[in-house]
Each structure stands twice: as C-alpha cells, then as structure tokens.
C-alpha cells in the first residue's frame, strides 16, 4: 500500500512537472518573433535594410517552420519528445543569441535557428498532448495557447522599453527573451532523465510511407486555416507599430499597442479551444472569429482617430487569439490520435507556415511601393475572409483520414 501511494505521488509528481514543462515550451513559441515587431524601426535604421527585408525578420522564421515541420515527426521516430524539446530550446537560445549581433549575417542566420528551434517544439506540443492528455485536448490547448500568448503580449510590450528607457539599444532587447528559454531547459532535462530508461512511455510517432495526411482533403483545409490566419499574426506583429505610428503614434505608444492587441485577446485564447472541444462542429466560431477580424482591420482602413484606432485593435486582438487558438485545436480535435496529431501537426505548419511567411514580407514590399496602408489593409480584410471560408471545411465534425 506504502509504495503504491509513492507510485502514485510520483506519477502525479511526474504529470506536474510535464504540464510545466509544456507551459515553458509554450513561453518560448512566440516572444523571440513578437519582440521584433516594435523594434523593426531601429534595426532597419541601423543596418539600412529596406522593409521587405526588415519584414524577412518576421518570415524567416516561419519558413523554418515551414521547411522542419514535416521531418519532425520522423525525428521523433529515433529520438524521445523530452530530447527533441531540449535539442529545441538549446537550438533556439543559441539563435537568439547569435541575432543579437549587429551584423547582417548573424543577425539573418541566427533568426533562422530560432525559427529552427521553435519550429521542433511547435509539431510535438499537440501530439504531447493529445498523447499525455487524450480527454483534455481542450483545456492543455487552452492553457498552452494562453501561456503562448501571454509572453508573446509582453514581448510586445517591454521591447521598446528595454531598448530605449533602460538604454539596451535592440540587441539587448531581443536578447532579453532568451531568458525563459535558459528557463525552460533544466526542466525537460529532468523530464529527459525521468523518461530515459522508459521510452516506450514516450510518444512514438510512426509515420506512414503513402503519406496518407496528405491526400485529405480536411488536412488541407486545417492547414489553409493555420496558415491564412498564421498570416494575418505574423503581419500584425511586425507591421501594426508601423501602421499606428504613420497614423500619428510615437513608436512606444504602438508597441504597447502591440502589445495590449495581444493580452485583450488572451480571454479568447483560453476560452476558445475549451469550448470548441465540446462541440461537434466549430463553424460557428469560425464565423464569429472571421466577423470580429473584418471588422478591426476594417475600422484601421476607415478610421484614424484614437478611438478608431483602439478599437479596432481591441477587435483585431481578439480575432487574432481566437483563431490561432482554435487552430491549435483543430491538430488535435481532428485527429483519431497521437500519432494522426502528430501527422497532422507537421503538414498543416508544413503548408500553413508557407502561406504565413509571404505575410509581412508581402504587406512591407506593398508598403514600399504604394507609401500608404491602404492596399494591405484590404488584403488583411479579404485573407480573414478566406480565413472562414477555409475554416468551415475545417470545422466539420470529421477526421483527417475518414474523409479520403
């Protein structure tokens, strides 16, 4: 009786432990990204680079994404979740530090390991979950998507700050979020250790040689959702400071603008995906998301004023948390199980970050050409248009495989 409840302590303690695990990982998904944004500004300045160059800042990384998500699963095949997560971390600490070099090349290359090292933990946190936690897909995507977005919010925020009030400059200030990486390590070093003499434990991810996921059509509408809403993220996140500001906004008032776009949306980001795990269909959602998005970058379009402008990001912000967190959702509730989650996972980031990459790089090169706001607004409103029409597809009450 005596080491049955030790075994139970442990295996509770062992649980505890993962689901901080998995909140660490999810504190590193966006912060070295989202810090960018309000200081794109400085950087471009300061290594005179153009803005469809400032906006590869954004993208590289999501073409990282793009380029390791489908080999993930396979690398998952040899190595445990707990290794690959650390390899993630490590790859990503080193990517932040190697960015904030003032130089070109490192500050390029070191981008692209982040991306390389965000991009191992972004596959494998669905398929933990739903793997670890199979009747509470709804509440860890919840809490891991919260978790994202509340770094992410602060990022936002405090770059500015750092580079400018306590004088860091916009080195020190993007490497400031290596800090919940360095965080995070000693973690899943543990959990490796824990999980070391029993890997058949651990989530075994074993692929299909006909590429299965591929052929489904329902895969290719939750990948076309993640990535045209992924679009819309990542070109907020580097291009609404700006957008503010030509509106008459000193750069400090619109990175906290950024920032606060984020954190209203935080409500959503959890409640979302709780309530779309206990439906049948999540159409309704997506419509209600895609409303709230035409109307904040419609009022961007049409209105300049404060009140305009804080509104619109309110509903932007919302929009914004909602979607990508039903997103999440969608790799999870769309799967019979882990290893379709994890399938599912790396094709629909595989495709999904594709579209999301050409974002900032598309609405920064729009901007150099046009000087004015006005044509990439009207494509933000008509990419959340093709948000919900992808969305419904991928919203049905369906899996990944029964629809071939």
Request: charged residues 10%.
């Amino acid at each position: 009786m005596q080491l049955q409840n030790k075994q139970q302590r442990t295996k509770q303690w062992y649980r505890i432990l993962l689901v901080v695990g998995i909140v660490f990982v999810s504190f590193n998904l966006r912060p070295a990204i989202t810090s960018v944004g309000p200081l794109i500004r400085f950087i471009r300045d300061d290594l005179a680079l153009s803005n469809w160059s400032a906006g590869l800042l954004t993208s590289l990384p999501l073409i990282a994404f793009a380029l390791l998500s489908p080999v993930v699963p396979r690398l998952a095949n040899r190595f445990s979740n707990e290794m690959l997560l650390l390899l993630g971390l490590i790859v990503l600490s080193v990517g932040i530090s190697l960015r904030s070099i003032a130089v070109t090349f490192l500050l390029f290359g070191g981008t692209l390991l982040i991306g390389l090292g965000i991009a191992v933990c972004n596959v494998l946190l669905p398929g933990v979950i739903k793997d670890k936690f199979p009747t509470k897909v709804g509440i860890m995507t919840s809490i891991y998507s919260t978790s994202m977005g509340v770094l992410a919010a602060t990022a936002s925020g405090v770059s500015i700050p750092l580079a400018v009030n306590y004088g860091l400059g916009w080195q020190l200030s993007l490497l400031f979020w290596i800090i919940p990486a360095i965080l995070g390590i000693p973690v899943w070093i543990y959990l490796l250790k824990k999980n070391g003499k029993e890997k058949s434990q651990g989530l075994r991810y074993v692929t299909t040689n006909d590429n299965r996921i591929w052929k489904s059509p329902l895969a290719w509408q939750v990948a076309s959702f993640l990535g045209l809403q992924s679009f819309l993220f990542y070109v907020t996140v580097s291009w609404l400071p700006e957008i503010l500001h030509n509106y008459g906004v000193d750069m400090a008032t619109a990175g906290w603008m950024l920032s606060f776009c984020q954190f209203i949306g935080l409500p959503a980001s959890f409640i979302v995906p709780m309530i779309a795990g206990k439906l049948k269909s999540q159409r309704g959602i997506v419509f209600v998301m895609t409303c709230i998005s035409v109307g904040g970058y419609g009022g961007l379009l049409v209105g300049k004023s404060e009140i305009t402008m804080v509104f619109s990001v309110i509903l932007i912000g919302i929009s914004l948390s909602g979607s990508f967190a039903l997103a999440l959702a969608f790799l999870g509730l769309r799967a019979k199980n882990a290893k379709q989650a994890a399938e599912l996972s790396g094709m629909a980031q595989a495709l999904g970050y594709i579209l999301a990459a050409v974002g900032p790089i598309i609405i920064g090169f729009l901007f150099d050409i046009t000087e004015a706001w006005t044509i990439p607004l009207i494509i933000l409103i008509s990419v959340s248009v093709f948000v919900m029409l992808f969305g419904f597809g991928a919203g049905r009450n369906k899996y990944v495989l029964d629809d071939e």
